[in-house]
């Protein structure tokens, strides 16, 4: 079976589908399957070139970045290597390399298979509402309709996708995106944290993006220390327009010293951070399927998130600790988390968690089961 993968970006900035794009691929290829990547990328480092060893990466260009409208070199690429696919795969919509490559098979009879990551998701829609339900009935209407199989990150996306009509209609898989376990196994992990020793570790990482509700961490903080002095708050990842008015914030609330920002950290150093900080805090008004969260969850990490992450399946089996997104519960949960046979427990269930449904080899052979499904479709 020859399959290609379409993503508009597998640019670092784009958060979490670019890693779980490439993560799948990987194992498909592993599996022994002909594996195409398609998307505008500058460069793979060298530990993620020899991961990926065997993957065609097929690399495109903007002619309009708004949108990521794609030049016309970039979509003789898609041109071609739909030709030689068998299933092709699209990552994402709202955007000109997702809906160009869905009209290419739709007029090539593509058997296709379609990953939201979230996008569909009626959260997401009142984000330039007008424009979406404009683009959805002009173009992407047909495309959806046209889409063979449906791929879902978790039940709650499914749900409020079902406004698009053919989302019930279709063949489709819910399923956690997956990470490689045996992988992060063999990661060497530093036994500590290289900052702030000797304090309670409080950790953020990813986009500072409005959405991702990181002053609430601040004010948390602020709130945390009129008790105990002892906590510290590192904030990492890149600058998506919040950055200046958390700095502010920070210094408003005279928190200059408790709140440390630092650079993006893309290498397996941020493994160590996760594993090593005493929390790590993800309160987002809307994730789909949080990256960090995954991470955090199959190193056995202690997560605290919010409610609005989509991770109650997670809070049910005991891999995290979900809360209210407000203070006061916000401030019970990191009291709860300070006992140090509750964090244990939470550490030893998240491991357990991770085996039983964030494999990326269980889960990258339940999406080759819906490719076949797929593929017998007249």
Not at 176 to 187: A, F, P, R, T, V
Not at 313 to 318: I, L, M, R, S, T
């Amino acid at each position: 079976m020859k399959i290609t993968h379409i993503v508009s970006s597998l640019e670092s900035n784009q958060g979490g589908p670019p890693n779980s794009v490439l993560n799948m691929a990987e194992y498909q290829s592993k599996l022994g399957y002909k594996v195409r990547v398609i998307s505008k990328i500058k460069n793979l480092d060298k530990k993620k070139k020899i991961k990926l060893k065997g993957i065609k990466i097929i690399k495109g260009e903007f002619l309009f970045k708004r949108h990521y409208i794609p030049n016309i070199n970039f979509i003789i690429k898609i041109y071609k290597a739909l030709k030689n696919s068998d299933v092709v795969h699209l990552h994402g919509i709202w955007n000109g390399v997702i809906s160009i490559s869905l009209l290419l098979c739709r007029l090539m009879k593509k058997k296709t298979i379609l990953t939201p990551h979230g996008s569909l998701d009626s959260f997401n829609i009142k984000n330039r509402f007008y424009f979406k339900k404009f683009y959805y009935y002009l173009i992407e209407k047909y495309n959806l309709e046209y889409v063979h199989a449906y791929h879902f990150l978790t039940k709650k996306e499914f749900d409020n996708s079902c406004w698009v009509n053919t989302v019930t209609k279709k063949k489709k898989l819910i399923q956690s995106n997956g990470i490689d376990i045996k992988y992060l196994k063999n990661i060497k992990i530093n036994k500590k944290i290289p900052t702030n020793k000797n304090k309670i570790n409080i950790t953020y990482i990813g986009r500072l993006n409005k959405i991702k509700n990181i002053q609430i961490q601040i004010k948390l903080l602020f709130k945390l220390l009129t008790k105990d002095k002892n906590y510290v708050l590192n904030i990492i990842g890149p600058d998506d327009g919040e950055l200046v008015k958390l700095k502010n914030l920070s210094k408003k609330l005279n928190l200059e010293d408790k709140v440390n920002f630092k650079a993006p950290i893309y290498s397996e150093q941020r493994f160590s951070w996760i594993k090593n900080s005493d929390i790590i805090l993800l309160t987002s008004f809307y994730e789909c399927n949080s990256v960090l969260a995954i991470e955090t969850i199959a190193l056995g990490g202690v997560l605290l998130c919010t409610n609005s992450c989509n991770l109650s399946d997670a809070a049910k089996f005991g891999a995290v600790k979900s809360s209210k997104n407000n203070l006061q519960n916000l401030i019970k949960s990191v009291n709860y988390l300070n006992n140090n046979k509750n964090s244990r427990n939470l550490r030893e269930k998240a491991l357990k968690y991770a085996l039983k449904y964030l494999d990326i080899k269980i889960n990258t052979k339940e999406i080759l089961n819906l490719y076949k499904e797929v593929v017998k479709i007249n």
